[in-house]
């Protein structure tokens, strides 16, 4: 088995997407190194054979030297068996080079999401995400890849201009001055290819994300009858993505075209002030062979250094992306010093406090608050604590394993069922049908012939809403029995079930986390009703706090936005 280049990926800079280069560029670099040193053996052998044709010449055949002629044979098949020995590790080394460099920012980026969640789904879109994966990782690798051949050209360019300088000034100099000069020009050229493969690449991104938003909510436009609107606007948006494309191509094939046009003049120009060399007596023979044969050599050079630029412009594209994913996430630092056990999870923004040991219900007067609390007291947003230490300056991983968080979004994956409700694998199958039964999902269990081995489809798309949220309950309620967890928060744990599953629910929940620290954001009275205690937020702030009966009595705004939730419940089940 192959294994990921690294089992956490390091942290690139991502300062800029230069520096998100260069920073996965060291992360390769003994491979980088050995390509590069193949790719100057690669290129520098077939730049010596020109060379070595014209000495043979001049010392073999003018001369009449037979061990000079046969000297120069043996040296141009050891470099042959060189260039085709050189060539071919250099391949392996930059087929390395480009599956490293894919991975490494495939891997990257599928980490940094599962390890910062919504702090990365509420800002980038999931079309995003997944160009990022799937096209951004391998056109930055393509970089990598193009690195050997780019360390041998420049090598093997040094080395013709410094021959063909002691042969003769004018052409040396031609050489010298005309290459950078060409490599001038097809820059202009590839600045503004850069913004407008930028622009395309954006609304790539946007396309996808349009799809993946489609193709999720397909049921519920069918039921609308929304489709030809959808399709009508994917349709407008697949046309931009056509017109920026189009837009890129021109200018990719005025580049192109670039590529054929300068580089021919610049060698025609070489071949015409090498064959006047000879007329006025300036070159021999072999200098005269020896130049036609390094004006064929450097087609290669010219074509990988045009090559390199063009790759260089992608690569710098596509880090920009990339980055654009990484640089969203919840900050930490490296403190990790730990708070004493049990400590108490408070959030200064809103006053709440979840006490040790208790079933706390929390009912706000906009949905969006509770929500908003939620992540900040499981990091994914600032300003939440535990003890005295806030929870963004604790590593993410720590925090995931002290504080449980079940989403009011409930995801499944493809596996087994098993896998959804224990996908660590460390439970038995009794605790498992326990986390199952508090959940109440048997139903779901007793409908699949194979029971906990029941394959699950992507996203879990063959259960129902109701299923799915009480599956991922059982996963959260599993999760939160290890004993690293001191908390567990619900985010509307029962928001897709029928009035008596509900009920069933409450009671469950308030048994099985007796005497341990449980928030549920709900506004469901049969689940306040079996909370130790109910904290009531208005306007973002406590406003009172204590038993759910107690506040329908105490506090009219509580009962006013109990009684409307349950109302819009009830209208949503029917």
Same mark, same amino acid.
């Given at each position: 088995?192959?294994?990921?280049?690294?089992?956490?990926?390091?942290r690139?800079?991502?300062t800029?997407?230069?520096?998100?280069?260069?920073?996965?560029?060291?992360?390769?670099?003994?491979?980088?190194?050995?390509?590069?040193?193949l790719?100057?053996?690669?290129?520098?052998?077939?730049?010596?054979?020109?060379?070595?044709?014209?000495?043979?010449?001049?010392?073999?055949?003018v001369?009449?030297?037979?061990?000079?002629?046969?000297t120069?044979?043996?040296?141009?098949?050891?470099?042959?068996?060189?260039?085709?020995?050189?060539?071919?590790m250099?391949?392996?080394?930059?087929?390395?080079?480009?599956?490293?460099?894919?991975?490494?920012?495939q891997?990257?980026?599928?980490?940094?999401?599962?390890?910062?969640?919504?702090?990365v789904?509420?800002?980038?879109?999931?079309?995003?995400?997944?160009?990022?994966?799937?096209?951004?990782?391998?056109?930055?690798?393509?970089?990598?890849?193009i690195?050997?051949?780019?360390?041998?050209?420049?090598?093997?360019?040094?080395?013709?201009?410094?021959?063909?300088?002691?042969?003769?000034?004018?052409?040396?100099?031609?050489?010298?001055?005309?290459?950078?000069?060409?490599?001038?020009?097809?820059?202009?050229?590839?600045q503004?290819?850069?913004?407008?493969?930028?622009?395309?690449?954006?609304?790539?991104?946007?396309?996808?994300s349009?799809?993946?938003?489609?193709?999720?909510?397909?049921?519920?436009?069918?039921?609308?009858?929304?489709?030809?609107?959808f399709?009508?606007?994917?349709?407008?948006?697949?046309?931009?993505?056509?017109?920026?494309?189009?837009?890129?191509?021109?200018?990719?094939?005025?580049?192109d075209?670039?590529?054929?046009?300068?580089?021919g003049?610049?060698?025609?120009?070489?071949?015409?002030?090498?064959?006047?060399?000879?007329?006025?007596?300036?070159?021999?023979?072999?200098?005269?062979?020896?130049?036609?044969?390094?004006?064929?050599?450097?087609?290669?050079?010219l074509?990988?250094?045009?090559?390199?630029?063009s790759?260089?412009?992608?690569?710098?594209?596509?880090?920009?992306?990339?980055?654009?994913?990484?640089?969203r996430?919840?900050?930490?630092?490296?403190?990790?010093?730990?708070?004493e056990?049990?400590?108490?999870?408070h959030?200064?923004?809103?006053?709440?406090?979840?006490?040790?040991?208790?079933?706390?219900?929390?009912?706000?007067?906009?949905?969006?608050?509770?929500?908003?609390?939620?992540?900040?007291?499981?990091?994914?947003?600032?300003?939440?604590?535990?003890?005295?230490?806030?929870?963004?300056?604790?590593?993410?991983?720590?925090?995931?394993?002290?504080?449980?968080?079940?989403?009011?979004?409930?995801?499944?994956?493809?596996?087994?069922?098993?896998?959804?409700?224990?996908? $660590?694998?460390? /439970?038995? +199958?009794? *605790?498992v =049908?326990?986390? @199952?039964?508090?959940?109440? &999902?048997? !139903?779901?269990? #007793?409908g699949?012939?194979?029971?906990?081995?029941?394959?699950?489809?992507?996203?879990?798309?063959d259960?129902?809403?109701?299923?799915?949220?009480?599956?991922?309950?059982?996963r959260?309620?599993l $999760?939160?029995? /290890?004993? +690293?967890? *001191?908390? =567990?928060?619900? @985010?509307?744990?029962?928001? &897709?079930? !029928?009035?008596? #599953?509900?009920?069933?629910?409450?009671?469950?929940?308030?048994?099985?986390?007796?005497?341990k620290t449980?928030?549920?954001?709900?506004?469901?009275?049969?689940v306040?009703?079996?909370?130790?205690?109910?904290?009531?937020?208005?306007?973002?702030?406590?406003?009172?706090?204590g038993?759910?009966?107690s506040?329908?009595?105490?506090s009219?705004?509580?009962?006013?936005?109990?009684?409307?939730s349950?109302?819009?419940?009830?209208?949503?089940?029917?």
């Open positions: 088995m192959i294994t990921l280049p690294d089992p956490v990926p390091p690139p800079s991502i800029s997407p230069t520096a998100y280069i260069l920073s996965m560029a060291r992360l390769q670099r003994r491979t980088l190194a050995g390509g590069a040193l790719g100057v053996l690669w290129m520098g052998s077939q730049a010596a054979i020109p060379l070595v044709v014209g000495n043979t010449i001049d010392a073999g055949l001369a009449r030297d037979s061990s000079a002629l046969v120069g044979c043996l040296v141009l098949v050891g470099l042959a068996f060189a260039s085709a020995f050189s060539g071919m250099r391949h392996r080394f930059a087929v390395s080079n480009w599956l490293l460099g894919a991975l490494r920012s891997h990257l980026v599928g980490h940094h999401v599962a390890d910062h969640g919504l702090a789904s509420g800002k980038v879109t999931t079309g995003e995400v997944v160009q990022a994966v799937s096209t951004d990782g391998p056109r930055f690798a393509d970089l990598m890849d690195a050997a051949r780019g360390t041998g050209t420049v090598v093997a360019f040094g080395a013709v201009a410094v021959y063909l300088l002691r042969i003769d000034l004018a052409i040396g100099l031609f050489v010298v001055i005309g290459m950078p000069l060409l490599a001038a020009g097809l820059i202009v050229l590839i503004p290819l850069q913004s407008r493969q930028s622009r395309h690449r954006a609304r790539e991104g946007d396309l996808t349009l799809g993946a938003d489609t193709v999720a909510g397909l049921r519920v436009l069918r039921g609308i009858g929304g489709e030809d609107q399709t009508a606007r994917y349709a407008e948006h697949s046309q931009e993505v056509r017109r920026a494309g189009v837009r890129v191509a021109g200018l990719q094939a005025l580049l075209a670039a590529h054929v046009l300068l580089p003049a610049f060698l025609a120009g070489l071949t015409w002030l090498a064959g006047h060399g000879v007329v006025e007596g300036r070159l021999s023979v072999g200098d005269l062979v020896t130049v036609y044969a390094v004006t064929a050599f450097l087609q290669l050079p074509q990988t250094s045009t090559e390199v630029l790759r260089w412009v992608r690569a710098r594209v596509a880090a920009e992306r990339l980055i654009g994913v990484l640089g996430s919840v900050p930490t630092s490296a403190t990790t010093d730990l708070p056990p049990n400590g108490v999870l959030d200064p923004p809103s006053g709440l406090t979840v006490p040790v040991g208790s079933l706390t219900a929390l009912v706000s007067a906009r949905p969006e608050t509770g929500i908003e609390i939620a992540d900040r007291l499981a990091a994914l947003a600032p300003g939440a604590r535990l003890g005295d230490l806030p929870l963004e300056h604790l590593p993410a991983d720590l925090v995931r394993r002290r504080v449980v968080l079940s989403e009011a979004d409930p995801r499944l994956f493809t596996g087994t069922l098993r896998e959804q409700i224990d996908p $660590l694998g460390r /439970h038995t +199958d009794e *605790e =049908l326990g986390a @199952v039964h508090t959940a109440d &999902a048997f !139903d779901v269990l #007793t699949l012939p194979e029971g906990l081995d029941a394959p699950v489809a992507e996203r879990g798309r259960f129902s809403g109701g299923q799915r949220q009480r599956l991922a309950l059982a959260a309620l $999760l939160a029995t /290890h004993p +690293d967890v *001191e908390v =567990l928060v619900l @985010v509307e744990p029962t928001s &897709a079930v !029928d009035a008596h #599953t509900e009920a069933r629910i409450a009671d469950r929940l308030h048994a099985s986390r007796s005497g449980t928030l549920v954001v709900s506004s469901s009275p049969l306040l009703d079996r909370c130790d205690r109910v904290v009531f937020l208005d306007e973002g702030r406590v406003g009172a706090s038993t759910h009966r506040l329908l009595s105490s009219p705004r509580y009962r006013e936005v109990v009684v409307r349950e109302t819009v419940a009830e209208e949503t089940r029917r």
